[in-house]
């Protein structure tokens, strides 16, 4: 007599018995399931790396489009990581001190440099990584006159917000300046650009959620982390990346 442990069906076929043992049957499911994962890591890992290089591309064509001395006028660098965002970082040249109304030179900055950094950004070929953009407003830690520093916080957030706000409706009604190059570099109608402004550009004032230190400074342990000031107010344009995509494509990867 067969057991049910050792048997798991019976089947006849022109008069034999065959027995399909329960371990065989395990043994094939097993297989089946070891080829459909095989094939879906592999996917993530091409999808991954896919990333990674096209982030690698964007960096490189920013860094192609914007000279080194362009970028030292401006009182601008580019950042590979750990987002990729163009960082405006001269406080004296982006705005007065407690006022969110863009300085004069800062206008001028703007207008030679978004057009150009739109145009690599919007190029189809990173269209299905590429979520949006944002404009991320920071301040450091002060605010003259707050009673402490949660008070300081907040009106420097109601600040960078306002900040950011002023920066992108200059650049929504960049074609009315004549320092641009709009035309020029995208060829856009007036009405698709402020369309692509209103689906993929956001304005974030972050107060002084992510500050920059002097060297030295070890934030895990906190040790020797003193303040710049100075370069923790800044305005930086930050490309936003496809989450679930990348998290999908990465954790299939690990």
């Not at 200059?170 to 035309?183: F, I, M």
Request: glycine letters at 4%; charged letters at 20%; one cysteine or more.
């Amino acid at each position: 007599a067969y057991s049910f442990a050792g048997v798991i069906m019976a089947k006849r076929i022109k008069g034999d018995d065959y027995w399909i043992p329960l371990a065989d049957l395990m043994t094939g499911l097993m297989l089946i399931f070891l080829f459909i994962s095989a094939a879906a890591i592999r996917n993530s890992h091409e999808t991954a790396s896919d990333y990674v290089h096209k982030k690698q591309d964007i960096y490189k064509s920013l860094k192609m489009e914007f000279s080194e001395k362009e970028l030292h006028d401006w009182g601008a660098e580019i950042i590979e990581s750990p987002t990729l965002s163009v960082r405006f970082k001269n406080p004296e040249v982006l705005f007065a001190s407690g006022k969110s109304d863009l300085q004069p030179k800062f206008e001028i900055i703007l207008a030679q440099f978004f057009p150009r950094y739109l145009k690599v950004v919007s190029n189809k070929d990173y269209e299905s990584m590429v979520s949006h953009m944002q404009i991320e407003g920071y301040t450091s830690s002060v605010w003259s006159g707050a009673g402490d520093i949660n008070d300081a916080f907040f009106n420097n957030m109601n600040l960078s917000q306002q900040r950011t706000i002023s920066t992108l409706k200059y650049l929504y009604y960049l074609d009315q300046s004549t320092e641009s190059n709009l035309q020029q570099e995208l060829g856009w109608s007036t009405e698709s650009y402020h369309k692509y402004l209103r689906n993929e550009v956001t304005a974030n004032g972050l107060s002084s959620s992510h500050l920059i230190y002097k060297d030295n400074c070890d934030i895990e342990k906190n040790s020797n982390c003193v303040e710049d000031k100075q370069r923790s107010q800044r305005v930086e344009f930050t490309i936003i990346f496809n989450s679930d995509q990348i998290a999908n494509s990465l954790a299939g990867a690990n």
